[in-house]
């Protein structure tokens, strides 16, 4: 029973280290080049432009952590201290709520946007820029249980999944999975939901002008490229979260449920890290700008600009300098 055990947490390892490294690439080229054309594309436009860029980030940021996510999941042994295992281990779900988080943003704006434009079109982007700070600072400290809960002095050179969970009784778990679900994942999923209801809706009215049709229908495509992300990357996830819980905490005790629950928490864990190579495909495919900059000429035209502008800058350096330095 004992080698059928570690057998078993050998191939669940295994099976972390193979999806975070086909993860790393695409979410590291994808977010990398969003946040380059979102810079040059934030004088263009107010459609939710901040979001993408926070979402972009909270992307990256995971991204950045997942090759020490693997190096530990093909060795076993974590050789990089306490601290950067609690916050390589906190920054995982501080990505995953921060996504959710500014997925349902855009959402919300793209829908101001279109069914209120006289309203929200001249609405000023420094406004984004505070409900993004609120955003990251309730993400912050909404997810500190999940490092608070695994500290543990005695798990040394263990991280991440090998983390013990700290004992609470069965009504603290019973409020804290629920909060956690409503705050985290049910409220989002109904606002993103009715967000393309009311959207489809407007698209059934015929008064509507055909400039006024081809924005609804683009804020539309969005929406329902957010809700489909959100449901693929986050809603298997918020299925195995309460059942992982209890296991964890010992509430459930049959192994063979333990077992099929550990193995689907396993797979939601990594279908929630996808997210950071599904973010980049919302940018592409559902806005216009975000595909003509990446486009070939474009892209050259951009390259070109920057090299030029960079030898100007040099040019005007070595002009300023002082004959007598030379």
């Known amino acids: 029973m004992t080698n059928s055990s ?25 977010n ?13 436009t107010k459609r939710a432009i901040i979001f993408m860029i926070n979402l972009a980030i909270a992307d990256l940021s995971q ?11 093909l060795t076993g042994m974590w050789q990089f201290g306490e601290g950067l295992c609690m916050f390589c281990f906190y920054l995982k779900y501080v990505n995953m709520y921060a996504s959710i988080y500014f997925l349902v943003c855009i959402s919300v704006r793209r829908y101001l946007f279109v069914m209120y434009p006289f309203k929200f079109s001249d609405c000023r982007r420094i406004y984004d820029v ?3 700070i609120v955003g990251w600072v309730v993400v912050c400290i909404g997810c500190l249980p999940f490092p608070l809960l695994r500290l543990d002095k ?33 409220t989002p999923l109904l606002i993103i939901l009715y967000c393309s209801w009311k959207t489809i809706l407007s698209l059934k009215e015929n008064n509507s002008a055909s400039r006024d049709l081809g ?24 299925i195995s979260f309460p059942l992982d819980f209890l296991v964890k905490t010992k509430k459930i005790k049959n192994e063979c449920v333990q077992k099929v629950i550990s193995v689907f928490h396993v797979v939601a864990l990594c279908l929630a890290s996808f997210n950071c190579c599904l973010d980049p495909v919302i940018y592409y495919f559902t806005t216009d700008e975000f595909r ?11 390259i070109q600009l920057h090299d030029l502008s960079y030898v100007r800058r040099s040019s005007r350096n070595i002009l300023r300098k002082d004959p007598m330095d030379c």
Not at 9 to 27: C, F, H, R, V
Not at 156 to 181: H, R, W, Y
Not at 215 to 230: D, H, N, P
Request: glycine letters at 4%.
């Open 6 to 30: 570690n057998c078993s947490e050998t191939d669940l390892k295994l099976y972390y280290a193979i999806t975070y490294t086909l993860i790393l690439i695409p979410g590291l080229i994808g």
């Open 32 to 44: 990398t080049l969003a946040l380059w054309v979102f810079y040059e594309y934030m004088k263009e």
């Open 63 to 73: 991204v950045l952590s997942l090759p020490l996510r693997i190096f530990y999941y």
């Open 130 to 132: 505070y409900i993004s």
């Open 154 to 186: 005695a798990a040394k050179n263990k991280c991440f999944v090998d983390l013990p969970v700290k004992q609470l009784s069965l009504p603290i778990s019973i409020a804290m999975t629920t909060i956690g679900e409503l705050v985290g994942f049910i």
């Open 215 to 238: 924005e609804k229908k683009k804020a539309l495509k969005m929406i329902l490229t957010c809700a489909v992300v959100f449901l693929i990357c986050f809603a298997p996830y918020h």
């Open 292 to 302: 003509r900059r990446l486009s070939r000429y474009e892209l050259q035209d951009s």
